[in-house]
Structure formats: C-alpha cells, structure tokens
C-alpha cells in the first residue's frame, strides 16, 4: 500500500534563509506526488505536482520540488522564504481507486519563519 | 467565484446529536470527496463519489452518510455525533489528477 513520510514535524527558519521540507513515500507502483499547504484556519492549497516527465516540478510562490525515484523522495524547496511562508505543508501520494484519486497524505510539516 | 464551498464553516454540537455538512464545486468535476483533519492535522479519505455514484468508502462507521443530489454537490450527514467525531472536515472536488480543497468545516462535538 502507498504511504507518505514527512521527515520533520517541524521546521523553523529565519527570514530569507533557504528551506527543503523531506517527503518520502513508498509505492509499488508508478506514483503522482502533491505538496499542499494550509494557512491557519484555511483549506488545503496545492503548491505543485508530479505526473511525469522532468523530475524537477516548479510550483506557486517561488517553491519547487524534486522528484527522485531511487530515493523515492519527493523533497519541497523554496531558496529564500518569507513570513507569509509560515503554514503547514503536507506531502500526498495519489492512489488510483476506480477512477477516483484517493489522496495518501503525510503527517504534515509545520514551517515558522522567524524574523 | 468559489471553486469549492462548504458550510457551514464551524459547527458546535452536543453528543449525540445529528448533523450535516454541505458542499458544491463549480469546477465542473465529475468526482467528489470528504477528508477528515483530526486534531494532530493528519488527514485521511472519508469518502468520494463519481459521477453521484459512492466509489470510496474509507472503513469509516455507518454514522456517516455522504449523500450526492447531483455532480456539483457532495453532502456529508453524521447522526449520533461523539466526541471524537470533533474534527476539521473537508470537501474537495477532483478534476484530471489534481483535487481542491474546501475552506473546511471544523466542528466540534460537547
């Protein structure tokens, strides 16, 4: 069964520094990977995704994340953060269920930027 | 316009109690689901529905009844609500291997 491992429960950074948040997932099978982030008190919002092609995926507000197979990493980088950054960040697998894509997430990371 | 809505946004109740939940998209997907975010954040596939026809059904306890009238809406209804129930919901709505989320319902059971 596919799982999803978020390394980090917590990640605190100063302001403009950069940041790598770790996913590994385990899978029998071809996978497509998600980041999401959650403000506070907000839904889910999807960052980027991996389908296939180049293992290097660019997302929303500056971040991007590399998808390695060997490794079966999915880690999520941004090179210089801002407060607004501040959130939690989920990693998921999507598992193919007639039809339907059934989201396997990780623990979640949750990334505070200090000033 | 909202791509995915829910309400209501917080709902406070007593055990026992029985309530629901609603959802629409007007993205125009044909799939629909309900995730629940406990209270350490960890979120987890309740239900989906294609198409108005139950495709997933996550060993979640027959308290919880989703209900889908059409495509565009995705009802969730929880009778006998317990304390553990009291959790953040959310509806999302799946289109060619992306889903969106709704702002969530985050109720709370007393």
């Known amino acids: 069964a596919q799982s999803v491992t978020q390394l980090d429960s917590q990640v605190p950074v100063f302001e403009e520094a950069p940041v790598e948040l770790r996913c590994n997932y385990s899978?029998?099978?071809?996978?497509?990977l998600f980041w999401y982030v959650q403000y506070p008190n907000q839904g889910l919002q999807l960052l980027l995704k991996?389908?296939?092609?180049?293992?290097l995926v660019k997302g929303i507000n500056g971040f991007e994340a590399e998808f390695n197979k060997s490794q079966t990493s999915f880690h999520l980088r941004k090179p210089s953060v801002h407060i607004s950054d501040t959130a939690e960040y989920f990693c998921a697998v999507s598992v193919s269920v007639k039809g339907a894509q059934k989201l396997v997430f990780g623990q979640g990371t949750r990334l505070t930027i200090n000033p | 316009d909202t791509a995915v809505s829910q309400t209501p946004k917080y709902l406070v109740t007593q055990m026992g109690n029985d309530k629901s939940i609603k959802c629409e998209q007007n993205l125009g997907h044909d799939t629909m689901y309900w995730y629940k975010q406990d209270s350490k954040k960890f979120l987890k596939i309740m239900f989906s529905y294609n198409n108005k026809e139950l495709i997933i059904n996550e060993t979640v306890p027959n308290r919880f009844s989703p209900k889908s009238p059409d495509k565009a809406h995705l009802n969730l209804h929880i009778n006998s609500l317990e304390l553990g129930d009291s959790a953040v919901y959310f509806c999302?709505?799946?289109?060619?291997?992306?889903?969106?989320f709704g702002p969530g319902t985050r109720l709370l059971v007393l």
């Open positions: 991996y389908l296939s092609g180049s293992t």
């Open positions: 899978s029998s099978v071809s996978v497509y």
């Open positions: 999302a709505s799946g289109g060619a291997l992306s889903q969106y």
